[in-house]
């Protein structure tokens, strides 16, 4: 057997001055010959314990010889001794080997080695993470970490959709991503800020223990960004990166929309069912598409029927997103420049970096940033410590070309350019041959021509963000230090979007607020000229924290402690205007008047000129309190206690109420320093453990009635108006959420394998909930009440393996595999259960019924299609039947609709691999989620009627259409008058649901480090040059139907891009 | 354990110099713009929120027959609930969250919010007179949310069986945790005339816009209750207390026959403002029942200002005193008018309600050629409620009044012709009491009607 452990003893005879010494003396050092301060050395006859000095030198009591005494060290190897005489021991020891190498893993408030930690953490690297190629740091993690998931579907503007072990609460509105830490303070400006080149690792803090650490805010999890920091007595080192992204041009013609001449035959038929003839007649004008207004021309006799086949015809050639694709996208660009110095003296240490990014997009919108940070920390005295670091961020966006959208209402064979290349107008509000014949050229031009829109109507975007963080460190005595830091943020944003006077949104304001009169005269109520929006908001967060520490040791006793107290204060404040008649080049405005309405132009009802002022003030503030206890023995056994009360400005709640304690413990045993443990397989075993509790109430309900000033007056009554927003509540209690972790970390010898297996349980009781409220009682929709309790479980497993082939090539492989699956227990729902409770929409909605995942796939009950009609068939009441209404409404049952599973991946994980050889390497992570399942898109008549294009499904193609179709399709028929309810049954029945399983090559990274020692290149430390493709593609999916679940069918799923760049260290 | 924890953390927080003691940091709103309503003019701003305050039930308008659909635009409705409702359906008539329900007791409960607030607010002298002007508004929203209401969900009022027809439900806190169910008819309308009663004292006599109410706004609400309960001496009363507040007519000789909108909005008739809006009305759909149109004088302006031909020779509304495409249900003195004379009539004083009758009639006829009508041939009060009709169509009125005349034996029965089939509404059909929505009735001890 191959024994790693190494151990060196050299035994130098001293001048003995007595025959028999009760006491054995030795010094305990490392390879490099430094001596090793509290390595612990145990008697194996009766487990006495000492502890090396800080000189690393120690005294054992033995009372007789020979006998083995065990030397340890954290993230050292364990040195096995057999003593045969009194001598001064020298002890060498040999550190874990690279892959075991001590981590430190930072929760933001300490560092602990991950020997002592029992919670669960998962820790990345700046070199795992920089294989990938990013202007934002968070994207990177999903395909390197542990037990994260990124979830796309679900995520609105402010939510990431980085999820952690699933939820903890039932509430619709509550924040789902977890607490992002950026060098110990939490981060609340725009994410995109942080320079990725700056990171130095991130931690992920997945358990109870986050939330006792961190707080009510880390029910979610804690992502932990540490940036990179020079150290004391360090050559200076400066490092540069560069890399050029290019992005494939997006693919539109996946989106699987109806043809040109599909969506013809559609309108013709809705025509001969005279579908919107009284629209002609509405004051509002509104807008027929071209193919209708053709239709119409040949009903009244002025097109002959020849003529208006041959322009369908023409018609139906047009594709949308064929010109979309190729006019309006482009390959995207993305450049980035990063450098850093970095150095220490024996007072000093500090880092400063700069980048630059600059990244234009498929639709050519530019994003500018530039980082700037800088970090000093000075020791002018062994017991005295000041830190200082500035993050600073500008950055500057400015917007490109109009995305395709199918909400955007353009019929499929709409054509933005004609075959000279001129911008063609589209449809819009209003019906054209009422534009054409409008206002005797008195008019500004009423088309919207998306191919130019863009040149007139641009949205300027800039923000400063500057963090500035001071610390001092005071160490009266080596085991207590004192630390005060003070953190000051403020972001500040500034968001211009100017629609020239050519735009469409000023023409069309224009022309709505022109009056013409008889005698040809007009008067504009808006001035001609550009609309100006103007918006400023500023973020200003103080942070304000008190800490002491303590670090003792006592024999085998080991005790850490920090106990301190912390006040936040955050203020959003932030303005909108609008200036009309702006001219942008003399910086000139009009005037105009909001307090009396103008008739609309083509309605002439009397409207208010839209103004768009408003004011917004928001004011954060906690206040914190923590403690935290670390206790090992013998580096054997560990146990910690942690505890936090926040209290924040909860409006309308007692005192009492605003305060909530969460609280864990944890237990480890490192069995490995165990002197029983002689395994021949395993080099490390531990296990470990936590529970937790946390409480939460919801920031946005409260004991009281509350209402909200609506930010503009009555217009009528020239008074200020007010909207209850919140409900008294007083029956509202704390959700209260436990959550149990036990794991176990093991090393094969050799380091052949190692990893960890994890196992938690999360219960969450008295959790918020929608309760749905009798209308009649004022409230509309539901309320939140304490209303669920919900059961999660699930493990993550990592697994590494080295390995070295013969001819040197390395390998390296790390398998994440995570599990999660939760049951709602219990859920309070009267009998209010509508088909639409069970069965929403596409993306993953909390379904909320008892047994179930809270993200639960759900559909109707499917029977086919009616061979006589092609209706579709549901079921109602265990029976046939096809009154949709019923289905889709208070008639359906849970015994009604079907139960596919869960609607979020119940296991996903990543599997990264890294294989060099000699000067290359390469690396890549294949991505994988599985064991659930998505709803894929259909056709919707009732959009395809009301020209609202989210509907316009190519499967119209595949419609029945005549008696015996129903054996080929699913698809219903096209039937008039349409039945909305009829197409949310068939949309959301069993037929469509998909298995969601799949698995994707997220990035591959090829690097090559050139030779340093000779050449052009001797000045350098390193030189590596790198190539890297990110989203390479789909490896695999269970679905047949061509849909990457995670963005579904209308999503446009992310291009691959490949990136090119240089990293040089001198 | 936990309470090792706690005195841990209090001791950290002892020497952060805070405990309790940090209240005036978290004292601070956390929106600048968040209020617990605390004071008048908090309770104001409620009451001014007009984007929801001013809807009224359409579902009654809907129902009734001053207008018909064609099938071609039936067919064409977006919404299956409301072709069903157009043919008196008894199923599938609401969507799951049924708004002509829902506006009248947002109001109820906005209202209740109000007066109980108010009456925690011990006002001083200066602030008498708002506190009982919100008093008044707060009252006077939450009866005409309950009249609405009663006229749509409930039996015409008759006093011999109010006792036991089922009401409404009545709902008088806002307390939402309290089960709602059926109050009996009488019940119904005491509450309805208690709170008008009330809210005629505390009202004053002008509100500074017809979005707020006033007190000749509530005797006209009150006038318009105690029509319906067939208390036509009551009724009188409260239209001439209406009257000798504001009896403002507007004349139609001034009025621009060719604009899209003729009348013009808040003006001097318009007691209160409110809106009712519903797709199957809209005055794009909606063709005005042509019996009704020809029934018009062409000396009659109304038979201008009030239609619009169409392509097809129909014709549609556009006489909506909200002077746009959605149709006003507020109170006018028009109305107010057409009330006194009804009451005048029906109590045989023939000489004063024609006069009243006159004096509508001369703003509505053309001038030139205006004679005030004498004794009619008929009957007088046949002759007011035809101009009831006229003056007062596309209003919500058509439906409650329906109700109340097949009640005294005028067997109005409705016919609604889709795709060749014919649809009829028999008088006295338990379906003019229309069915309450059932999220209402699984959410609550509410009984069916």
């Not at chain 2, 952060?16 to 940091?25: E, K, L, Q, R, S």
Request: aromatic share 12%; with cysteine.
């Amino acid at each position: 057997m191959k024994t790693i452990l190494k151990l060196i003893i050299i035994t130098i005879l001293l001048p003995a001055i007595t025959e028999a010494q009760p006491v054995l003396q030795g010094v305990v050092k490392d390879a490099d010959g430094n001596p090793l301060t509290g390595a612990s050395i145990r008697n194996s006859a009766n487990d006495d314990i000492e502890h090396t000095n800080e000189f690393g030198t120690f005294q054992l009591n033995i009372a007789t010889i020979p006998i083995s005494i065990f030397v340890s060290h954290v993230g050292f190897h364990r040195a096995d001794i057999d003593i045969n005489s009194y001598d001064t021991l020298h002890i060498t020891l040999f550190p874990l080997t690279n892959v075991l190498q001590e981590v430190e893993i930072s929760t933001g408030y300490q560092s602990i080695p991950k020997e002592r930690a029992v919670g669960s953490f998962d820790f990345i690297d700046s070199e795992t993470l920089n294989e990938q190629v990013s202007t934002d740091v968070l994207s990177r993690l999903e395909a390197v970490a542990n037990g994260l998931n990124i979830e796309r579907r679900a995520t609105s503007g402010t939510d990431m959709g980085i999820r952690i072990r699933g939820l903890s609460t039932l509430s619709a509105g509550a924040i789902r991503d977890p607490l992002i830490i950026l060098d110990g303070f939490p981060y609340e400006g725009d994410i995109n800020n942080i320079n990725p080149n700056d990171v130095k690792d991130i931690t992920l803090l997945k358990d109870a223990a986050a939330a006792s650490i961190w707080g009510s805010r880390a029910g979610n999890g804690v992502i932990v960004i540490t940036t990179k920091m020079g150290a004391n007595r360090q050559p200076t080192s400066f490092n540069f990166n560069a890399n050029t992204t290019v992005g494939k041009i997006p693919d539109l013609t996946k989106y699987p929309l109806m043809t040109g001449a599909d969506f013809i035959e559609a309108e013709k038929f809705l025509f001969e069912n005279r579908h919107r003839f009284s629209d002609t007649a509405a004051r509002s004008r509104p807008v027929f598409t071209p193919v209708y207004e053709l239709l119409f021309l040949q009903r009244n006799n002025i097109i002959a029927a020849q003529e208006v086949d041959r322009q369908l015809s023409n018609i139906a050639e047009g594709n949308l997103l064929k010109q979309y694709q190729q006019y309006m996208y482009d390959a995207s660009l993305n450049q980035q420049y990063a450098a850093n110095i970095q150095g220490g003296s024996d007072n000093n240490a500090w880092y400063v970096s700069a980048g630059y990014d600059r990244n234009k997009s498929a639709l050519a919108a530019t994003y500018d940033r530039w980082n700037l940070s800088f970090k000093n920390t000075y020791t002018p005295h062994r017991a005295l410590r000041f830190d200082v670091s500035m993050l600073y961020t500008l950055s500057e966006s400015v917007s490109g070309k109009t995305a395709y959208s199918p909400s955007m209402g353009l019929p499929p064979y709409t054509r933005i350019m004609d075959e000279s290349g001129n911008p063609l107008a589209v449809m819009r509000t209003y019906r054209q041959s009422f534009l054409d014949t409008l206002g005797d050229g008195r008019l500004l031009d009423w088309n919207y021509y998306p191919l130019v829109e863009d040149h007139y109507s641009k949205t300027t975007a800039s923000l400063n963000n500057a963090v500035v963080n001071t610390g001092a460190s005071y160490t009266p005595l080596p085991w207590i230090a004192l630390h005060i830091k003070y953190q000051y943020q403020q972001q500040k944003t500034e968001n211009n979007t100017l629609y020239e006077e050519q735009s469409y949104i000023a023409r069309d304001l224009v022309n709505q607020f022109t009056v013409l009169d008889a005698s040809g005269g007009i008067t504009h109520n808006v001035p001609k000229g550009g609309v100006l929006d103007v918006g400023y908001s500023s973020l200003r967060i103080h942070n304000l924290r008190g800490q002491l520490n303590t670090d003792n040791q006592w024999g085998s006793h080991n005790l850490v402690s920090l106990l301190g107290a912390e006040f936040r204060s955050g203020t959003t404040s932030g303005k909108n205007s609008r200036a009309f008649g702006y001219d942008p080049t003399n910086l000139t405005y009009g005037t105009i008047d909001l307090k009396n309405r103008f008739p609309h132009l083509i309605t002439n009802s009397n409207i208010f000129i839209p103004s768009n002022q408003d004011f917004t003030g928001l004011v954060n503030r906690f206040v914190s309190g923590f403690v935290n206890v670390a206790y090992t023995y013998d580096d054997r056994y560990l146990l910690t206690l942690s505890g936090r009360r926040d209290a924040s400005n909860l409006f309308g709640v007692n005192v009492n109420d605003k305060w909530n304690l969460l609280w864990s413990v944890g237990l480890g045993w490192n069995i490995h320093n165990e002197s029983f443990f002689t395994s021949v397989f395993l080099d490390k075993l531990k296990v470990r453990a936590t529970h937790g509790y946390s409480g939460n109430v919801d920031i946005s309900k409260s004991a009281v009635t509350t209402l909200m000033y609506n930010s503009a007056q009555s217009p009528y009554t020239n008074t200020p108006m007010a909207l209850i927003t919140q409900h008294a509540n007083p029956e509202l209690t704390w959700e209260r959420v436990n959550m149990s972790n036990v794991a176990v970390d093991f090393a094969l010898k050799d380091s052949r394998l190692h990893g960890s297996v994890e196992f938690f349980l999360k219960k969450g009781l008295d959790l918020f909930g929608p309760a749905p409220m009798d209308p009649t009682t004022g409230l509309t929709g539901s309320i939140t009440r304490n209303v669920a309790s919900l059961k999660g479980k699930g493990f993550d497993v990592e697994l590494t393996t080295d390995y070295t082939f013969p001819r040197n090539i390395k390998w390296s492989g790390t398998l994440n595999l995570s599990y999660y699956n939760d049951k709602v227990l219990s859920y309070y729902r009267d009998s209010d259960a509508t088909g639409s409770v069970f069965v929403t929409g596409g993306s993953p909605s909390m379904i909320r019924v008892e047994g179930k995942p809270i993200f639960s796939m759900f559909s109707y009950k499917w029977g086919g299609l009616d061979p006589a009609t092609g209706d579709p068939i549901g079921y109602l009441g265990g029976f046939p039947s096809m009154d949709y209404n019923a289905i889709t409404g208070l008639g359906t049952t849970i015994d009604d609709i079907v139960y596919h599973g869960s609607a979020i991946p119940t296991y996903f994980g990543s599997f990264r691999n890294a294989i060099s050889y000699r000067n290359f390497s390469i690396s890549f992570s294949v991505l994988y989620k599985l064991g659930y399942y998505f709803r894929n898109e259909g056709i919707d008549y009732a959009s395809v009627m009301r020209a609202n294009p989210t509907g316009y499904h190519q499967e119209f193609n595949e419609r029945w259409q005549n008696p015996g179709d129903q054996r080929f399709t699913n698809v219903p028929s096209m039937v008039y008058p349409n039945h909305s309810d009829r197409d949310d049954f068939y949309l959301n029945s069993e037929v469509k649901v998909k298995k969601a399983d799949h698995i994707r090559l997220q990035y591959v990274n090829f690097s090559y480090n050139f030779n340093t020692d000779k050449g052009f290149l001797k000045s350098l430390r390193n030189a590596k040059a790198y190539l890297n493709l990110t989203n390479v593609g789909m490896l695999w999916k269970a679905n047949d139907v061509g849909v990457d679940p995670e963005y579904g069918a209308y999503g446009l799923p992310p291009v691959m891009t490949g990136s090119l760049g240089v990293q040089l260290t001198f | 354990m936990k309470k090792t924890i706690n005195r841990l953390i209090l001791l950290a927080m002892t020497l952060a110099f805070c405990n309790y003691g940090c209240d005036p940091f978290l004292d601070v709103k956390p929106n600048k713009k968040l209020v617990i309503p605390q004071s008048l003019d908090d309770l104001q701003a409620l009451l001014d929120y007009y984007p929801n305050i001013q809807f009224d039930p359409a579902i009654g308008e809907v129902s009734a027959d001053d207008y018909y659909l064609t099938t071609e635009i039936w067919n064409g409705l977006f919404s299956e609930n409301d072709r069903q409702l157009y043919i008196w359906a008894d199923h599938g008539i609401y969507s799951t969250a049924p708004l002509d329900w829902i506006y009248p007791y947002r109001n109820i409960y906005q209202a209740n919010v109000v007066i109980e607030n108010l009456s925690a607010l011990t006002s001083d002298l200066d602030d008498l007179e708002r506190w009982n002007s919100i008093m008044g508004q707060a009252l006077f929203l939450r009866a005409r949310a309950f009249l609405s209401v009663a006229l749509i969900w409930s039996k015409p009022y008759n006093a011999n069986t109010a006792d036991t027809d089922l009401g409404i439900p009545i709902r008088l806190s806002s307390d939402f945790n309290l089960i709602s169910n059926r109050s009996t008819l009488r019940e119904s309308y005491n509450q309805i005339l208690k709170d008008l009663q009330a809210a005629v004292e505390y009202l004053p006599s002008t509100a500074i816009h017809p979005y707020r109410a006033s007190k000749p706004a509530a005797l006209a609400l009150l006038a318009r209750t105690y029509l319906y309960m067939g208390d036509y001496a009551n009724c009188l009363l409260h239209a001439e207390a209406c009257l000798a507040l504001r009896d403002d007519l507007l004349d139609y000789n001034t009025l621009e026959k060719s604009a899209t909108y003729p009348i013009p909005e808040f003006n001097q008739e318009i007691l209160y403002q409110s809106t009712q809006s519903s797709p199957p009305i809209a005055p794009s759909r909606a063709k005005i029942d042509s019996t009704l149109y020809n029934s018009y004088n062409d000396n009659d302006l109304r038979k201008t200002l009030f239609f619009r031909e169409n392509s097809d020779s129909s014709h549609s509304f556009k006489g909506s005193y909200n002077s746009g495409n959605t149709l006003f249900s507020g109170l006018a003195t028009d109305e107010v008018y057409l009330m006194r004379a009804e009451c005048l009539a029906r109590l045989g004083e023939y000489e004063k309600a024609l006069a009243n009758l006159n004096a509508l009639l001369e703003k509505r006829m053309v001038t030139e050629t205006f004679q005030p009508i004498g004794i009619p041939d008929g009957s007088l009060l046949d002759l007011i409620l035809e101009h009831r009709r006229k003056e007062l169509l596309m209003r919500g009125l058509r439906w409650p009044d329906i109700k109340r005349f097949n009640q005294e034996g005028l067997n109005i029965g409705l016919t609604r012709v889709i795709d060749q089939n014919t649809y009829e509404l028999l008088p006295n059909s338990p379906r003019f009491i229309l069915p309450i929505p059932d999220i209402v009735l699984t959410l609550s001890d509410v009984q069916q009607n």
